[in-house]
């Protein structure tokens, strides 16, 4: 049997990785869901990531995506998660799309790598979620046979490094001058963890 076959099945759209409830920064107790995307989330999905423009200063992009192109990526994020080639968790918290984590293969003789890309609002930092979402990724990406997980970060962005260090992401490079905004640079660190395998 080839090492592919041996991968677990995909998950379904929606199916729901974890619950648990969390007391927000306004003192009050919120629920928070980490499941799989489906087609349906697209007006959250949107809403979403377009929110973060205004509140995220480390954030890739520069410009809000339009409905067409989110759809577009939520379709081709679908499709990888059926192929194995990719995992993702949104996260709800109250019923409301408030962050995601991926990990998306590259192929070839890359395959068993994981690349993570993850993010949250502002508001909901700081509660332990994120780490939670890094937490959950893991066994996730396994499972598909994902056997490295890699994620980036800017060197500015403190706060990153600090949580994918605490969860044992170590620093294995820096690409010099990865972004440039407001006419100023930030180097990029590469972090590395080893999952092993299922």
Same mark, same amino acid.
């Given at each position: 049997?080839?090492?592919?076959?041996?991968?677990?099945?995909?998950?379904?759209?929606?199916?729901?990785?974890? %619950?648990?409830?969390? /007391?927000?920064?306004?003192?009050?107790?919120?629920?928070?869901?980490?499941?799989?995307?489906?087609?349906?989330? &697209?007006?959250?999905?949107?809403?979403?990531?377009?929110?973060?423009?205004?509140?995220?200063?480390? &954030?890739?992009?520069? #410009?809000?995506? /339009?409905?067409?192109?989110? %759809?577009?990526?939520?379709?081709?994020?679908?499709?990888?998660?059926?192929?194995?080639?990719?995992?993702?968790?949104?996260?709800?918290?109250?019923?409301?799309?408030?962050?995601?984590?991926?990990?998306?293969?590259?192929?070839?003789?890359?395959?068993?790598?994981?690349?993570?890309?993850?993010?949250?609002?502002?508001?909901? /930092?700081?509660?332990?979620?994120?780490?939670?979402?890094? #937490?959950?990724?893991?066994?996730?990406?396994?499972?598909?046979?994902?056997?490295?997980?890699?994620?980036?970060?800017?060197?500015?962005?403190?706060?990153?490094?600090?949580?994918?260090?605490?969860?044992?992401?170590?620093? &294995?490079?820096?690409?010099?001058?990865?972004?440039?905004?407001?006419?100023?640079?930030?180097?990029?660190?590469?972090?590395?963890?080893?999952?092993? /395998?299922?």
């Amino acid at each position: 049997m080839k090492a592919a076959e041996m991968k677990a099945k995909p998950r379904k759209p929606g199916f729901v990785v974890e %619950e648990f409830d969390v /007391t927000g920064k306004d003192g009050k107790a919120h629920h928070v869901v980490f499941r799989y995307p489906r087609m349906p989330d &697209i007006d959250q999905a949107l809403k979403f990531v377009n929110a973060l423009m205004d509140e995220a200063e480390y &954030i890739r992009l520069n #410009k809000n995506i /339009t409905r067409k192109q989110e %759809e577009k990526w939520l379709k081709e994020k679908l499709e990888k998660i059926a192929k194995r080639e990719d995992v993702m968790i949104f996260v709800f918290v109250d019923g409301k799309l408030a962050g995601n984590v991926n990990a998306e293969s590259h192929g070839g003789n890359s395959a068993h790598v994981g690349e993570i890309g993850i993010s949250l609002r502002e508001k909901y /930092t700081g509660l332990g979620i994120g780490s939670r979402l890094l #937490k959950a990724i893991e066994p996730e990406s396994r499972r598909v046979g994902f056997e490295v997980l890699r994620i980036s970060c800017y060197k500015g962005n403190k706060r990153a490094r600090h949580v994918y260090g605490n969860l044992k992401f170590k620093e &294995i490079g820096i690409i010099p001058k990865a972004r440039k905004r407001n006419g100023k640079y930030d180097d990029e660190v590469i972090m590395h963890k080893d999952i092993g /395998t299922k």
